[in-house]
Nanobody
Framework: QVQLVESGGGLVQPGGSLTLSCAAS????????IGWFRQAPGKEREGVSC????????YYADSVKGRFTISRDNVKNTVYLQMNSLKPEDTAVYYC????????????????????WGQGTQVTVSS
């Protein structure tokens, strides 16, 4: 069964950190471009960070640049999103996606070629 399962969300104070995990089963993540998206209530979905399957190049939205880091562990078939210096505006449901995309930017900006979505994990940044 093909699945993407996110974990690691929760409640954190402003300035805190969280690490999200996206674990794949039923397929090999290394063959795909993987992205993290988020959607807050009343807002459009936003591509936060993506990593290419072909060369490991990355893309970050301006809103998270310098604070978030995406990485992948092909042995564990898992992609991570390290989130530091969290702000209340980072509050959202975070989803991971596996795509057949030509670049990390194409996935993050246009959700190009998404084959699989995870179910999402809630991140709440609040004091």
């Amino acid at each position: 069964q093909v699945q993407l399962v996110e974990s690691g969300g929760g409640l954190v104070q402003p300035g805190g950190s969280l690490t999200l995990s996206c674990a794949a089963s039923g397929f090999t993540l290394a063959y795909y471009t993987i992205g993290w998206f988020r959607q807050a209530p009343g807002k459009e979905r936003e591509g936060v960070s993506c990593i290419s399957g072909s060369d490991g190049s990355t893309y970050y939205a301006d809103s998270v640049k310098g604070r978030f880091t995406i990485s992948r562990d092909n042995v564990k078939n898992t992609v991570y999103l390290q989130m530091n210096s969290l702000k209340p505006e980072d509050t959202a449901v975070y989803y991971c996606a596996a795509a057949e995309a030509p670049s990390a930017q194409a996935l993050c900006v246009r959700a190009f070629g998404v084959r699989y979505w995870g179910q999402g994990t809630q991140v709440t940044v609040s004091s």
